[in-house]
C-alpha cells in the first residue's frame, strides 16, 4: 500500500492550495480517507474525512468553511482544497487510511502560509 501525497509549498496569508493523495494498493473506494496535520512542535491531529462515496465529509472546527475534501475514485485520489489559509495552517500534511486492522500513512507534504 502506498499514499502519496502531493501539492504543498508556499502560500501567502488568504491564499490557496489544493493537496492531492494518490493511493495504490489500497481498496480505496470502499473506506474512509482522511486529512491530518502536524504544525511544528505540535501533535498531529485530525483535518476531516471523507466517505467512500464521498457523500460525507466532516471536519475539525478550525477548517470549517474553508477546507474541502473530496474524493475521485476513478483516479484512486483524495483532494484537499484548502482556501483562506491562515499562518496557523502552516505544517506537513498527511493523507491516512485505516482498512480493517491495518493503517495507512503518507510521507506527507508542507504546507507553509506566510508573507
Known amino acids: 500500500v502506498q499514499l502519496e501525497e502531493s501539492g504543498g509549498g508556499l502560500v501567502q496569508p488568504g491564499g490557496s492550495l489544493r493537496l492531492s493523495c494518490a493511493a495504490s494498493g489500497l481498496t480505496f473506494s470502499s473506506g474512509v480517507m482522511s486529512w491530518y496535520r502536524q504544525a511544528p512542535g505540535k501533535a498531529r491531529e485530525l483535518v476531516g474525512t471523507?466517505?467512500?462515496?464521498?457523500?460525507?465529509?466532516n471536519y475539525v472546527d478550525s477548517v470549517k468553511g474553508r477546507f474541502t475534501i473530496s474524493r475521485d475514485n476513478a483516479k484512486n485520489t483524495v483532494y484537499l482544497q484548502m482556501n483562506s489559509l491562515k499562518p496557523e495552517d502552516t505544517a506537513v500534511y498527511y493523507c491516512?487510511?485505516?482498512?480493517?486492522?491495518?493503517?495507512?500513512w503518507g510521507k506527507g507534504t508542507l504546507v507553509t502560509v506566510s508573507s
Open positions: 491516512y487510511a485505516r482498512r480493517s486492522l491495518s493503517t495507512y
Open positions: 471523507i466517505t467512500g462515496t464521498g457523500g460525507t465529509t
